[in-house]
Nanobody, 121 residues
Framework: VQLQASGGGLVQPGGSLKLSCSAP????????IGWFRQAPGQERLGVSC??????NTWYAESVKGRFTISRDQTTVDLYMKNLKPEDTGVYFC?????????????????WGRGTQVTVSS
């Protein structure tokens, strides 16, 4: 499964973006999908996750109330509002098969190229 993250860009503090994760030609229905942020020189940190079934979700404390994750059979979207400079980084989506929503990158099996999000005035 080769994932593809899209939707990043440059936005001012307080702005919004929608990131999307898909796997062209493949359904994501059987996988938990996690979104991770990686800043330069730092490790990949979990931001949000949504399970395959049931569609339980998890959010990092730093994004609760600002980010919303949703999914359909082929795409997982991350809606980000009230963005802050500390949200800046490359955002990756990962696909995993654990029986819970994981915040740890090592528990995701498939990855793709990330998308850059820059929050700056």
């Amino acid at each position: 499964v080769q994932l593809q993250a899209s939707g990043g860009g440059l936005v001012q503090p307080g702005g919004s973006l929608k990131l999307s994760c898909s796997a062209p030609g493949t359904t994501l229905e059987d996988y938990n999908i996690g979104w991770f942020r990686q800043a330069p020189g730092q490790e990949r940190l979990g931001v949000s996750c949504i399970r395959s079934r049931p569609r339980n979700t998890w959010y990092a404390e730093s994004v609760k109330g600002r980010f919303t994750i949703s999914r359909d059979q082929t795409t997982v979207d991350l809606y980000m509002k009230n963005l802050k400079p500390e949200d800046t980084g490359v955002y990756f989506c990962g696909a995993g098969e654990t029986p819970y929503c994981s915040q740890f990158s090592y528990e995701y099996r498939y990855w793709g190229r990330g998308t850059q999000v820059t929050v700056s005035s």
